[in-house]
């Protein structure tokens, strides 16, 4: 019985692709619930099967059997370029369009279609009208004018993928970028294989290159699922976290060009993410040049006013973004804009001043208008350090991810201690949270010593850190309601910073009452800082001077580093009771 197979050298080779494609399948089918994935893996599916019938086409001797091998290559090859571009408009981020009936039933229809017509060709003879076998077992399939549509539908498809991918690599993070231009490489190589054949430019007759290059589209799939982390979980919770924030979020090189941003600050600087990556923020914003030119080593938490038509204020906070043995490598940004409030503490102070003769009324308002700020100011506070903290997390993670992937396990150790220190840090974080949106102070009759002694079992004993309230006197319980007011937060904010920045193990509260002096002192053993870089201090720093000015006081820091920090305010009391 005659043979109906010959493995010629082509058939090899497409053999070997099929083989890197089924990989591929493989591989993409696991992250198959990935934001896209199930079309790039249902498309890797149906390329498995087109190059696979395409390899028993160049193998196979009959020409009956040929045509018919010919005709499962059209299922693969037209179900998988529908696939290929649902998924770059996914990946691109234009979901919505696949919601639209319409969409769905064009990516339905132009596949059903032009199988239909190659399936059904020995009715009609519009896709092959004859078949001319030239030698080497290769047969050229003599093209009708059905061919055309196949054509020009199938390159319709590969058009729409080639759009979405460039401006998937145009556009988004980093991340997205790199994984979009990878993608697109690996598209262009069977296109312009495909011309190849549809021109006959490289002499071979009846070769379609298009199946054969595909295994170098394969090794580049592999390449963006492994080494760009395609379909992975990280890129993608990353870009979930950074778009989904509420605040504006920039990230910068050392040399101060913005290399990332989120949509939200975009529209706050009124440009699009687009055109201010690579920028310098210093020429997009003049005024943060002031800040930015300060030591990149320390964190900065301060306020921004941008003049122009109308006055805009801005709160914000400055990290610098550290890379184990490389050292820092960068700085994230993150601010809000805070215009209405700071024109509401404008309004108030206008109102304070003219209705001296009401003095009472003006501080029961400042005193309400207060604890609302105040609540609205610690959870935004809260929440922008959880949300470094996140970020941090995240790039460490992908960090760690790299240097594992490298074999690097000593620099991948390091890069876990961070994971790790950031995690406790933002353990420390939520419980601050936790308490300030359970326990504000907003009993007026409420004890001080009680109220504090209720924080530091809440937050600081409970992260490790020795703390304790020493008390001498005892007109704190008589006093007016402002002043135990004032007193808690002054204190409150001092214990935060400690939190926050001084990595303390033990912390002192001591509160003197004699001679009608009140002194209250916040000492911790911390890191301590160079209040020469200070200034004029973040917004907490601000909060604390102006409640020791409502009480007729003042505030005082001293710290050096490595000497711990101590915060004092000192007041007479003539005006003490209530």
């Known amino acids: 019985m005659p043979s109906v197979f010959q493995l010629t050298p082509i058939a090899l ?39 696979l019938a395409v390899a028993f086409d160049y193998a196979a001797i009959p020409l009956s059997l040929k045509v018919f091998f010919a005709k499962a290559e059209a299922w693969g090859y037209c179900s998988a370029l529908a696939l290929f571009a649902m998924f770059a408009i996914s990946f691109a981020g234009n979901e919505a369009w696949l919601s639209r009936k319409w969409v769905r039933t064009f990516f339905f229809l132009i596949p059903a279609s032009n199988i239909f017509l190659i399936t059904t060709n020995e009715l009609h003879g519009w896709i092959w009208t004859s078949f001319k076998e030239i030698g080497g ?26 759009a979405n991918l460039w401006l998937a690599s145009r556009r988004g993070s980093a991340i997205s970028r790199r994984q979009g231009r990878l993608l697109l490489y690996a598209i262009l190589v069977p296109v312009s294989a495909n011309f190849v054949y549809l021109f006959e430019i ?178 935004r506070d809260m929440h922008d350090s959880v949300n470094q903290s996140l970020h941090s997390l995240m790039l460490f993670s992908e960090t760690l991810n790299s240097l594992l992937d490298k074999n690097q396990i000593e620099k991948a150790k390091e890069v876990a201690e961070r994971i790790q220190e950031s995690g406790r840090q933002a353990l420390k974080e939520i419980r601050l949270l936790v308490f300030d949106t359970q326990s504000l102070l907003a009993d007026d009759s409420k004890d001080l010593i009680h109220a504090l002694e209720e924080r530091l079992n809440m937050v600081e004993r409970r ?76 917004l907490g720093m601000r909060t604390m001077r102006e409640r020791a000015e409502l009480l007729g006081g003042q505030i005082s820091i001293k710290s050096s580093p490595g000497e711990g920090t101590l915060v004092s305010f000192k007041a007479e009391t003539e005006a003490w009771y209530g």
């Open 137 to 162: 077992n290769i047969v050229i399939f003599e093209h009708g004018p059905g061919f055309l549509w196949v054509t020009a539908t199938s390159y319709l498809m590969t058009l729409i993928i080639i």
């Open 463 to 538: 992260v490790g850190i020795k703390a304790e309230v020493v008390y001498m006197g005892d007109a704190i319980v008589d006093s007016a309601p402002e002043w135990k007011e004032n007193l808690y937060w002054i204190t409150i904010e001092a214990l935060n910073n400690a939190l926050k920045h001084s990595q303390a193990r033990k912390i002192q509260i001591n509160i003197r009452y004699t001679n009608r002096q009140l002194n209250l002192e916040i000492n911790d053993d911390g890191i301590g800082f160079n209040l020469n870089r200070m200034q004029n201090g973040g």
């Open 13 to 51: 080779v497409v053999f070997i692709t099929t083989a890197i494609n089924l990989v591929v399948t493989y591989i993409s089918w696991q992250r198959r619930k990935a934001r896209s994935g199930i079309y790039f893996t249902l498309g890797m599916a149906c390329v498995t099967f087109w190059t």
């Open 202 to 379: 490289d002499g071979m007759e009846g070769v379609d290159w298009t199946s054969i290059t595909f295994s170098i589209t394969g090794v580049l799939f592999l390449r963006a699922l492994y080494g760009q982390r395609l379909l992975d979980l990280i890129p993608i919770a990353r870009d979930k976290l950074i778009n989904s924030l509420a605040d504006g979020m920039i990230v910068l090189d050392a040399q101060n060009r913005i290399i990332d941003i989120n949509q939200t600050a975009a529209n706050m600087i009124t440009i699009p993410a687009e055109e201010l990556l690579g920028k310098d923020l210093t020429d997009i914003s003049p005024p943060t040049r002031t800040f930015l030119e300060l030591p990149v080593e320390h964190e900065i938490n301060d306020e921004l006013k941008v003049e122009g038509a109308q006055k805009r204020y801005f709160d914000f906070l400055i990290s610098p973004l550290r890379d184990g043995p490389r050292g820092i490598i960068g700085r994230l940004i993150i601010f809000r804009e805070i215009t209405d409030r700071k024109e509401n503490e404008i309004r108030l102070l206008q109102l304070a001043q003219e209705l001296q003769e009401t003095q009472a009324q003006v501080v029961e308002q400042q005193r309400t208008l207060a604890k609302l700020e105040e609540r609205k100011r610690l959870g």
